[in-house]
């Protein structure tokens, strides 16, 4: 049974930085590609960011230059590394394969906020 389990979520302040974390089990995690998806209250859920097997990676235009994806593949986890933090990136975070299971995780509250 595919499990993904966020973490590293939180209140921040703008132009802060946090550094999300996913877990995932019950896949052959190294053959697919891995995505963080976000999903902003009264929005759709969207994608942000994406890692190829071979560590290739794609952005949306909204997060191109602050946020960082990676991935472990011996620790079955993918990772979002965000800095430079605006309001409009409050939103609950989750990770899934690209294109994604019809399982999702709990998500990771992220708010940015003074």
């Known amino acids: 049974q595919v499990q993904f389990v966020e973490s590293g979520g939180g209140l921040v302040q703008p132009g802060g930085s946090l550094r999300l974390s996913c877990a995932a089990s019950g896949m052959i995690f190294g053959i697919y590609a891995m995505g963080w998806y976000r999903q902003a209250p009264g929005k759709e859920r969207e994608l942000v960011a994406v890692i190829t097997t071979g560590g290739s990676t794609n952005y949306a235009d909204s997060v191109k230059g602050r946020f960082t994806i990676s991935r472990d593949n011996a620790r079955h986890t993918v990772y979002l590394q965000m800095s430079s933090l605006k309001p409009e990136d409050t939103a609950v975070y989750y990770c899934?394969?690209?294109?994604?299971?019809?399982?999702w995780g709990q998500g990771t509250q992220v708010t940015v906020s003074s």
């Open positions: 899934n394969r690209n294109p994604p299971y019809g399982v």
